[in-house]
């Protein structure tokens, strides 16, 4: 089995900042790509930015310049930092990772339960 916890959601004000993390634990032999998603109510999901096992990343266009995602390979942990906030950034944000799971080797698609992030106008 595998887990990923999410943390770091909240309020904030517009033009503020916040930092998500997600810890991924369990039966785990390597993990490829890591990510953030969010959904706003109404919306469907939709990527926010993705990071490989080697550093590459990948922005939504609505982030890009405001947004920083990060990894820490020895922790299992992906990050994202997020400043300038705007009201529609407000979301639930959920981790996602691409994990190559103990034993059979095999890659399985996890998500984290999602943290919610709101930005007050």
């Known amino acids: 089995q595998v887990q990923l916890v999410e943390s770091g959601g909240g309020l904030v004000q517009a033009g503020g900042s916040l930092r998500l993390s997600c810890a991924a634990s369990g039966t785990i032999f390597s993990i490829n790509a890591m990510g953030w998603y969010r959904q706003a109510p109404g919306k469907r999901r939709e990527l926010v930015a993705a990071?490989?096992?080697?550093?590459?990343?990948n922005y939504a266009d609505s982030v890009k310049g405001r947004f920083t995602i990060s990894r820490d390979n020895a922790k299992n942990t992906v990050y994202l930092q997020m400043n300038s906030l705007k009201p529609e950034d407000t979301a639930v944000y959920y981790c996602?990772?691409?994990?190559?799971?103990?034993?059979?080797?095999?890659?399985?698609?996890?998500w984290g339960q999602g943290t919610q992030v709101t930005v007050s106008s």
């Open positions: 996602n990772a691409e994990v190559v799971v103990v034993v059979t080797r095999i890659e399985y698609r996890y």
């Open positions: 990071i490989t096992s080697g550093g590459s990343t």
